[in-house]
């Protein structure tokens, strides 16, 4: 099964990537292809990479380009923000992901570094695209600096906050801990993590948390004097060389760089004495100062000696290098195999990889998030690719999402109308007509005189004359829906700028129902924060008999299905069960018996109140035996007056996405829009059409 495993930090300096590269490594033991992603990477200077990608890479030989390795840069991510075009960002970094998912077993996600412009949104954006991927989350901390209240608070909280986001945290290490703490910080975490949450502690390891003399040389853009073999040495610490030599002596430690002015000699050459002494600790190289080069006399000296360090010189003063220097971070880097080799050590010394791969196999979420409901629906339309025309084809919101259709490869559009018309008002809202969008004026159509003749013959029996069937068919939804009935399209989305009878009336004239349906009804997919109900029917029947309401029940739950929700029907009313009476609670529950006897496949429950359909407590209070209640994810409203009313109120208030209305019944797919349409509504409608359209659907 393809799947992923999306890693994260609470801060910046967690150690995260102990755990990447110890949990790359495993799954490269379980399965043979494994990808790298990261939505979201620090800007770098032209020519410059981001070093996670690159080691990610070339350490564990991926088959991957690097381009394909990342979804965006931080200050794209700002820019988007500032735009409020964060749904747009999230829906492309989803659709990067599975493109890498379709081509690995397994793809291994890293979040953002919490360094850089885009620091103050960076919690928030982890949250945001954990949730949307779905896959299993391990959520990376540190102790370092911290009290071990602090610690643990901080990584309590973010539990919790990922929880309240509807992500459930799959495994927490709590890295950078002293190694006498380790015991007790584990019994502080199991106090306060959930029980089914997996708990590693992994220790502070001094060789990983310092830098090379590498990164430093990077940092302070130096140049290298001596040594450019030996930056990958490790530095401890640093240590300004001001004063006297026999006093800056007794201040070295092991894998101490020096820093010290150009000119000051002696402390140079008395740091590479001591190097090569047996009675003072090995240092790790010499920063010197000013922009100034040692004395000819000084580097004649040190060309002689059989052994040094790496000497570097900066511009910058000994104060500012030393300032800079404390502010370097550590990081895994192509090349630096000490350091690589440590990090997958360590971690597989500290955690139990078997269980940790058990998680991850045994992981399930419900959680569907509107992007992902858009995803799916877009590939979903994109593998089998489906033809449909728009009839209004000047309506620029029309316009707009035709383009952006077809420029998706999502589906093969026709527009209606004069070509002169629908290419000024194209030229208006700033989008070009191209070849890939073909335009019909009906008036015009070699299919013209056909089409009027087969609606002249289709609507004999009514005595239709053939001067009104010439004149209807140049009416574009009646071209449009005859385009459908003949086979030329594969489906129709029209009501921008049309009644909702204007669209629906050909398709019942022609068109007609599937065979076993009568009434043709609609659903709106209700797109909430953490799942879709399919609510039906919002949009075509005023006031439908129990007879019709059971119909509308069963089209509903064939269009769950389809879908991809289980479908888990309730019938609405003002009381649940048998616990109240009148005209309309007894229309619900001969709906409900007649949706059974139909249906006895499908899960039904009626009458029922809107909270104990969708609320698992109250479900569970009231009508305890139920398989449905609680947990509904097709809602039947009983008239309506109450399905338009809720859906439009549930969407105005929660920001839900309602897709839709979805026609439901009809031979051949025709789907109406609301006049008030925006293009994103225009769009997700065609989407729908052309699955509908489909040969599995």
Same mark, same amino acid.
């Given at each position: 099964?393809?799947?992923?495993?999306?890693?994260?930090?609470?801060?910046?300096?967690?150690?995260?990537?102990?755990?990447?590269?110890?949990?790359?490594?495993?799954?490269?033991?379980?399965?043979?292809?494994?990808?790298?992603?990261?939505?979201?990477?620090?800007?770098?200077?032209?020519?410059?990479?981001?070093?996670?990608?690159?080691?990610?890479?070339?350490?564990?030989?991926?088959?991957?380009?690097?381009?394909? +390795?990342?979804?965006? &840069?931080?200050?794209?991510?700002?820019?988007?923000?500032?735009?409020?075009?964060? #749904?747009?960002?999230?829906?492309?970094?989803?659709?990067?992901?599975?493109?890498?998912?379709?081509?690995?077993?397994?793809?291994?996600?890293?979040?953002?570094?919490?360094?850089?412009?885009?620091?103050?949104?960076?919690?928030?954006?982890?949250?945001?695209?954990?949730?949307?991927?779905?896959?299993?989350?391990?959520?990376?901390?540190?102790?370092?600096?911290?009290?071990?209240?602090?610690?643990?608070?901080?990584?309590?909280?973010?539990?919790? &906050?990922? #929880?309240?986001?509807?992500?459930?945290?799959?495994?927490?290490?709590?890295?950078?801990?002293?190694?006498?703490?380790?015991?007790?910080?584990?019994?502080?975490?199991?106090?306060?993590?959930?029980?089914?949450?997996?708990?590693?502690?992994?220790?502070?390891?001094?060789?990983?948390?310092?830098?090379? %003399?590498?990164?430093?040389?990077?940092?302070?853009?130096?140049?290298?004097?001596?040594?450019?073999?030996?930056? @990958?040495?490790?530095?401890?610490?640093?240590?300004?060389?001001?004063?006297?030599?026999?006093?800056?002596?007794?201040?070295?430690?092991?894998?101490?760089? %020096?820093?010290?002015?150009?000119?000051?000699?002696?402390?140079?050459?008395?740091?590479?004495? +001591?190097?090569?002494?047996?009675?003072?600790?090995? /240092?790790?190289?010499?920063?010197?100062?000013?922009?100034?080069?040692?004395?000819?006399?000084?580097?004649?000296?040190?060309?002689?000696?059989?052994?040094?360090?790496?000497?570097?010189?900066?511009?910058?003063?000994?104060?500012?290098? +030393?300032?800079?220097?404390?502010? %370097?971070?550590?990081?895994?880097?192509?090349?630096?195999?000490?350091?690589?080799?440590?990090?997958?050590?360590?971690?597989?010394?500290?955690?139990?990889?078997?269980?940790?791969?058990?998680?991850?196999?045994?992981?399930?979420?419900?959680?569907?998030?509107?992007?992902?409901?858009?995803?799916?629906?877009?590939?979903?339309?994109?593998?089998?690719?489906?033809?449909?025309?728009?009839?209004?084809?000047?309506?620029?919101?029309?316009?707009?999402? +035709?383009?952006?259709?077809?420029?998706?490869?999502?589906?093969?559009?026709?527009?209606?109308?004069?070509?002169?018309?629908?290419?000024?008002?194209?030229?208006?809202?700033?989008?070009?007509?191209?070849?890939?969008?073909?335009?019909?004026?009906?008036?015009?159509?070699?299919?013209?005189?056909?089409?009027?003749?087969?609606?002249?013959?289709?609507?004999?029996?009514?005595?239709?004359?053939?001067?009104?069937?010439?004149?209807?068919?140049?009416?574009?939804?009646?071209?449009?829906?005859?385009?459908?009935?003949?086979?030329?399209?594969?489906?129709?989305?029209?009501?921008?700028?049309?009644?909702?009878?204007?669209?629906?009336?050909?398709?019942?004239?022609?068109?007609?129902?599937?065979?076993?349906?009568?009434?043709?009804?609609? @659903?709106?997919?209700?797109?909430?924060?953490?799942?879709?109900?399919?609510?039906?029917?919002? $949009?075509?029947?005023?006031?439908?008999?129990?007879?019709?309401?059971?119909? /509308?029940?069963?089209?509903?739950?064939?269009?769950?299905?389809?879908?991809?929700?289980?479908?888990?029907?309730?019938?609405?009313?003002?009381?649940?069960? &048998?616990?109240?009476?009148?005209?309309?609670?007894?229309?619900?529950?001969?709906?409900?018996?007649?949706?059974?006897?139909?249906?006895?496949?499908?899960?039904?429950?009626?009458?029922?109140?809107?909270? $104990?359909?969708?609320?698992?407590?109250?479900?569970?209070?009231?009508?305890?035996?139920?398989?449905?209640?609680?947990?509904?994810?097709?809602?039947?409203?009983?008239?309506?007056?109450?399905?338009?009313?809720?859906?439009? $109120?549930?969407?105005?208030?929660?920001?839900?996405?309602?897709?839709?209305?979805?026609?439901?019944?009809?031979?051949?797919?025709?789907?109406?829009?609301?006049?008030?349409?925006?293009?994103?509504?225009?769009?997700?409608?065609?989407?729908?059409?052309?699955?509908?359209?489909?040969?599995?659907?």
């Amino acid at each position: 099964m393809k799947t992923g495993i999306y890693i994260t930090n609470t801060e910046r300096s967690t150690g995260r990537s102990i755990v990447s590269l110890g949990i790359l490594k495993l799954l490269l033991s379980k399965v043979s292809k494994v990808g790298y992603f990261r939505p979201i990477i620090n800007d770098y200077p032209m020519g410059k990479r981001d070093n996670h990608i690159e080691t990610m890479l070339s350490y564990f030989n991926l088959d991957m380009e690097y381009k394909d +390795a990342y979804g965006f &840069t931080m200050s794209q991510v700002v820019k988007y923000k500032n735009l409020g075009q964060e #749904a747009r960002l999230i829906d492309q970094i989803i659709g990067k992901y599975k493109e890498l998912e379709e081509r690995f077993d397994v793809v291994l996600v890293e979040g953002s570094d919490f360094d850089g412009k885009g620091v103050a949104i960076e919690f928030d954006l982890n949250v945001e695209i954990a949730k949307n991927l779905s896959i299993p989350t391990i959520l990376i901390s540190s102790s370092h600096d911290k009290e071990m209240k602090d610690a643990v608070a901080n990584l309590d909280l973010a539990v919790k &906050t990922y #929880a309240e986001n509807d992500v459930l945290i799959q495994a927490v290490f709590m890295n950078r801990v002293p190694e006498n703490d380790m015991d007790e910080m584990r019994k502080e975490l199991l106090q306060v993590i959930p029980k089914e949450t997996y708990i590693e502690i992994i220790p502070e390891v001094k060789g990983l948390g310092s830098p090379t %003399v590498r990164e430093i040389v990077e940092e302070l853009d130096g140049v290298v004097l001596y040594g450019e073999k030996l930056l @990958c040495r490790q530095v401890d610490r640093y240590s300004v060389g001001a004063m006297q030599l026999r006093n800056f002596l007794d201040r070295l430690t092991e894998n101490t760089l %020096v820093i010290t002015p150009g000119d000051r000699s002696e402390i140079i050459l008395g740091a590479l004495q +001591a190097n090569v002494s047996t009675n003072y600790p090995s /240092i790790a190289g010499i920063i010197v100062t000013g922009g100034m080069r040692p004395e000819e006399q000084i580097l004649k000296l040190i060309d002689g000696l059989s052994s040094i360090v790496p000497i570097i010189m900066v511009e910058d003063a000994t104060f500012i290098t +030393a300032q800079k220097i404390s502010n %370097v971070k550590p990081q895994i880097r192509p090349g630096i195999t000490r350091k690589l080799d440590l990090s997958i050590s360590t971690f597989e010394k500290y955690v139990d990889a078997e269980h940790l791969i058990d998680k991850f196999r045994s992981f399930k979420t419900d959680v569907v998030t509107p992007h992902m409901f858009q995803y799916n629906l877009v590939a979903k339309a994109k593998a089998k690719k489906k033809h449909v025309v728009l009839p209004e084809g000047t309506d620029p919101r029309v316009l707009l999402a +035709a383009t952006s259709l077809v420029d998706q490869n999502v589906v093969d559009v026709t527009l209606l109308g004069k070509r002169e018309d629908i290419l000024i008002q194209a030229s208006k809202v700033g989008v070009k007509i191209n070849g890939n969008i073909k335009i019909i004026d009906p008036a015009k159509s070699e299919n013209y005189e056909d089409y009027w003749k087969t609606y002249h013959e289709l609507r004999k029996h009514k005595n239709i004359p053939e001067e009104m069937a010439k004149e209807a068919l140049l009416d574009v939804s009646y071209f449009g829906t005859m385009m459908v009935y003949k086979g030329h399209a594969d489906g129709m989305v029209s009501g921008a700028a049309h009644t909702t009878a204007h669209t629906i009336i050909p398709a019942l004239q022609f068109i007609k129902t599937r065979p076993g349906v009568s009434t043709v009804s609609s @659903c709106f997919f209700m797109c909430l924060d953490d799942h879709v109900s399919v609510m039906g029917d919002c $949009a075509v029947n005023v006031s439908p008999n129990a007879d019709q309401l059971a119909e /509308i029940a069963i089209s509903s739950a064939e269009s769950a299905k389809a879908f991809g929700i289980d479908p888990k029907v309730a019938l609405l009313s003002y009381s649940s069960g &048998t616990s109240g009476s009148g005209v309309e609670v007894d229309k619900v529950k001969a709906a409900t018996e007649k949706a059974i006897s139909l249906r006895p496949d499908l899960k039904i429950e009626g009458p029922i109140q809107y909270d $104990a359909a969708v609320d698992p407590k109250v479900g569970k209070s009231k009508m305890p035996n139920s398989e449905v209640a609680g947990q509904a994810t097709v809602l039947i409203f009983p008239d309506l007056n109450t399905g338009n009313n809720t859906y439009k $109120a549930i969407q105005r208030e929660t920001g839900a996405l309602a897709i839709g209305p979805m026609l439901q019944g009809l031979n051949k797919p025709v789907n109406d829009l609301s006049r008030g349409c925006t293009v994103e509504d225009i769009f997700n409608t065609v989407v729908i059409t052309a699955i509908q359209a489909q040969e599995d659907f």
